[in-house]
């Protein structure tokens, strides 16, 4: 990150005052950082900092947009941006600049944590007390994004207390994006309760597959859902309710691991709005007959075999995000199924699937029907992937759908948080 902004001395004072106003240095200082802050980025910020007093608040609001709670570990170094919570408890006047916290916590009381469970295994040292946490988010009071992980201190609990959640609620924090990770069971009815308290949830992703009864639901309105190991069609209703009478739904990306025939009905009102679908198992139906804009599938399990269903014509972005199929027609079914596709324009494929016998066949029909292909590495998770592309449909929250993100890819332009959820990402 580099930026000069020239200053002169004021004619009444002797402190440097900025040459220009400071909704340019503000917009100059968040154009030249990339969340996450890397450790470069959080050296020149804090070298900002110290130009004059005005710029401390945009600096700040930068340093600590986003940021990662987590008890010290032995021989564990804390990445840039991860706090303990002591510390921001010596600094909470500086959580008010924090719209995303990251946070792993246990549901336990005690003043000191044990380091082995009741079931005998080793505890989480890096989580925090819920208490702990509790008392941060009352200093958080713009937290848009919270990506939670909660451990269960005993195994006959899986949710918070009531009190807990009424305390919560009376926050009122205007929580737009849940991440949320748990302990088993799977079948916790703590993602319910949770929604329950952040009715504005915009996007949700969380493992769940409760089957007990599902409480009374709040009106949500869903932009994103990512629900990859969900297969009830109770669990898809709760969270996507019909839009109302004469309104469209707001959902544009979805997961889920399958498709139920009883989930058909639930997903009609919702799926031509849907613009980018990612599924594990393959659907016993034609998906062009329910969702009938989509733009992108991502094919995320090796469950899938010939025939395809019969797919969109809309589709320009096809990801075959598995590194083997079980059945080996499926790769020589894409490549028949191009003709039939005339708006695709890029297919993206695992680099374990190259050595494939039918790839160059899916090479050659791509080439033939000008379908670019894109091969992530194996080494993704290290390396990164190989197109910005591919980064961007892994990233929760999704920042721009694949219109969005090659019309503001050509304008040179990378996609921005606020062109999606209508606010500033700091």
């Known amino acids: 990150m580099q930026c000069e902004i020239k200053v002169h001395q004021a004619s009444s004072s002797s402190q440097n005052v900025p040459a220009v106003p400071l909704e340019i240095v503000d917009r100059i200082l968040k154009e030249a950082c990339e969340f996450p802050l890397c450790r470069a980025d959080r050296q020149a910020l804090r070298a900002c900092a110290l130009v004059c007093k005005s710029w401390l608040p945009l600096v700040r609001g930068l340093l600590y947009h986003s940021l990662t709670v987590e008890n010290s570990r032995p021989y564990v170094s804390r990445t840039p941006g991860t706090l303990g919570p002591a510390t921001l ?59 939670l992980s909660v451990f269960w201190s005993h195994k006959d609990r899986c949710s918070f207390e009531p009190s807990i959640l009424d305390w ?42 409760c089957g007990k009864p599902v409480p009374q639901r709040p009106n949500l309105r869903l932009r994103e859902l990512r629900l990859p190991i969900t297969s009830m069609a109770s669990v898809i209703e709760w969270f996507l309710p019909p839009p109302p009478p004469l309104d469209r739904s707001n959902l544009h990306i ?42 992108e599938l991502v094919i995320k399990g090796p469950f899938w075999s010939r025939p395809l269903p019969t797919l969109p014509k809309t589709l320009k972005h096809l990801r075959l995000q598995v590194h083997a199929f079980m059945s080996d027609s499926v790769i020589p079914a894409i490549a028949e199924g191009l003709s039939g596709l005339p708006n695709l324009r890029m297919l993206s494929i695992e680099e374990a699937l190259t050595p494939d016998k039918y790839y160059p066949t899916l090479r050659e029909a791509c080439k033939r029907h000008r379908v670019k292909i894109l091969v992530n590495p194996v080494d993704s998770s290290v390396m990164g992937t190989a197109h910005p592309y591919l980064a961007e449909i892994d990233r929760f929250p999704r920042q721009a759908t694949f219109s969005e993100f090659f019309n503001i890819e050509s304008n040179n332009h990378q996609p921005a948080v606020s062109a999606v959820w209508g606010v500033s990402p700091v």
Not at 272 to 287: E, G, K
């Open 89 to 147: 408890f010596r600094r909470s006047h500086l959580l008010m600049f924090t719209r995303s916290l990251t946070i792993h916590i246990i549901d336990e009381f005690a003043t000191t944590l044990s380091l082995i469970t009741e079931e005998g295994i080793m505890s989480h040292p890096e989580c925090v007390r819920i208490l702990d946490f509790l008392s941060l988010l009352t200093h958080t009071a713009g937290l848009r994004h919270l990506c």
């Open 168 to 209: 919560l609620s009376s926050l009122g924090l205007p929580m737009e994006i849940l991440d949320l990770k748990y302990s088993r069971p799977f079948a916790s009815p703590l993602v319910y309760d949770l929604v329950r308290v952040w009715p504005t949830i915009k996007a949700l992703r969380v493992d769940t597959n």
């Open 254 to 295: 979805l997961e889920l691991y399958e498709i139920p025939e009883d989930g058909r009905a639930i997903l009609s009102p919702h799926g031509p709005n849907v613009s980018s679908l990612t599924l594990t198992r393959q659907p016993v139906f034609a998906l062009a007959d329910l969702f009938t804009n989509l733009e």
